[in-house]
């Protein structure tokens, strides 16, 4: 049983390419496709936490973070958990 264990801070910039009214949708997004190119995962395979969910749109739809520090855990079965590093 090997779980792995990861503290990513994943970059948003480029989120602001995208119209006002999408970026935390985008955000969001962005932080999957981040994990699954870093984490070898699957995008059905990645469970985002809420608390990662309501940090992205704590400022609203057109004012994301322009990073955010995760903890992502896959385990043997290939989920990936994540959620908020403090």
Known sequence: MTEVERVYTIPLRVVKRTPRWKRAKRAVSEVQSYLERHMKAEREDIKIDSSVNEWLWR???????????????????GVVETELAR
């Open 59 to 77: 400022r609203g739809a057109s004012k994301p973070p322009s990073k955010i520090r995760i903890r992502a855990v896959k385990f043997d079965d």
